[in-house]
Each structure stands twice: as structure tokens, then as C-alpha cells.
């Protein structure tokens, strides 16, 4: 079956402006997270939906936001872009409930 | 939150050769997982390891969750193993990674 698919791959954006990442789960799991990747930060959990529900969020500003719609596919935005924003945005989905994630490829964004 | 670290940092190996990586945390967890990243970025899960051991051709994972440590093994090493090695571990929902093993297998 098909794996999880992110669009765009790879983005430049200006600083102050925002950008919105798409992320298809697999077919059949209900559970979508989001994860920022960067050098100096390492991998870092932004937030999880289930069902259209935010259920767990970590420790990023209220600039990063996202949602899921009824067939699981999710978006993350963020808004008013800074230099320190640029990294690897990965998505992953799961059947929920501790069962193992599967990642995408990733969108990669620089922001200039 | 939960602290996580793994060592060795970097692991330079020959072809052939075997390793174990070690994940250690701070606190009781619900879940493990042991991903590969490879150099174009893609994570790769291995391992779904909360506790006891698990084997998948040449890689095997034990977790043992008492004394808050996770140890990767790799035998016979092979180039394609290349990559960055990371752990990650949910407690109450809260997932954190490590900082990954960075592992070059040389020919």
C-alpha cells in the first residue's frame, strides 16, 4: 500500500510570510504527527492528530498550527516565517495508540 | 520531560564488522522505537520496542524498560547501514528523540 506522501518536497519562502505542508497518511491510520528536523535542534515533536483532533502538541510557538480533515489527510502551517524556521518538516502516521509511525519523505523549507 | 540520550554520538565501522548502539532514558516510557535515517533524509522504522528483544534479519533491539536503556545491535555491517541511528521514546504521550548515532560503514 501506499506510504505516507508530503507536498511540497522542497519550498523557499521570505521571511514574515507562512507556509502550508500537506501530509496523506497511509490508507487506514487515523493518527497523523508532525516533527521538525534541524541541525541544532534535532528531531522535535510539534503535534499530534487523531481523528480530527489535536491530542498531544510540544513546545513550539502558537505560529505553528495544524489540523486534520475527516479522511485523516493533515496540514501544518506556519505563519510570519523566520530564518530559524528553515528545516526538514516531517509528517508520519500510525494507527494511534502507541502502534508504530511511519515517516514521509519530508518537505524541506528555507526561508530567506 | 523525559530525557533521552543515545551513544555513541558517531560510529565509524570496516564492512563485516558488528555494533551495538545504546538508547538511554529518563523516566518509565510506553513506547520505543528505533528509526534509520538515510542520507536523503527518509526515516525508516526498525524496531517497535518497549520491552524485550526483537530480531529482524541482521539488526535486533532490546529494550529492557526496568532499567530505562535500549540497545540496537547490527551484524555484518554493509554499507547501505549508513546513516543516522535514532531512538524515540513516548511517556503520557510525550514523544522525544535522541540525538541519533551517526553510523559510516566503509568498504
Known amino acids: 500500500k501506499a506510504g505516507v506522501t508530503q507536498t511540497p518536497r522542497y519550498l523557499i519562502k521570505t521571511r514574515g510570510q507562512q507556509v502550508t505542508l500537506s501530509c496523506s497518511p497511509i490508507s487506514g491510520h487515523r493518527s497523523v504527527s508532525w516533527y521538525q528536523q534541524t541541525p541544532g535542534q534535532g528531531l522535535q515533536f510539534l503535534f499530534e492528530y487523531f481523528s480530527e483532533t489535536q491530542r498531544n502538541k510540544g513546545n513550539f510557538p502558537g505560529r505553528f498550527s495544524g489540523r486534520q480533515f475527516s479522511n485523516s489527510r493533515s496540514e501544518m502551517n506556519v505563519s510570519t516565517l523566520e530564518l530559524g524556521d528553515s528545516a526538514l518538516y516531517l509528517c508520519?502516521?500510525?494507527?494511534?495508540?502507541?502502534?508504530?509511525?511511519?515517516f514521509g519523505e519530508g518537505s524541506w523549507l528555507t526561508v530567506v | 520531560g523525559i530525557q533521552v540520550e543515545q551513544s555513541p554520538p558517531d560510529l565509524i565501522l570496516q564492512e563485516g564488522a558488528n555494533s551495538t548502539l545504546r538508547c538511554n532514558f529518563s523516566?518509565?516510557?510506553?513506547?520505543l522505537q528505533w528509526f534509520h535515517q538515510n542520507p536523503w533524509g527518509q526515516l525508516i522504522n526498525l524496531f517497535y520496542i518497549p520491552s524485550g528483544t526483537k530480531q529482524n534479519g541482521r539488526l535486533s533491539a532490546t529494550t529492557v524498560a526496568t532499567e530505562r536503556y535500549s540497545l540496537l545491535y547490527i551484524s555484518s555491517s554493509q554499507t547501505t547501514d549508513s546513516g543516522v541511528y535514532f531512538c524515540a521514546v513516548t511517556n503520557n504521550n510525550d514523544m522525544r528523540f535522541g540525538a541519533g548515532t551517526r553510523l559510516t560503514v566503509k568498504p
Open positions: 523516566d518509565s516510557v510506553n513506547n
Open positions: 508520519a502516521s500510525s494507527l494511534g495508540n502507541g502502534n508504530t509511525i511511519y
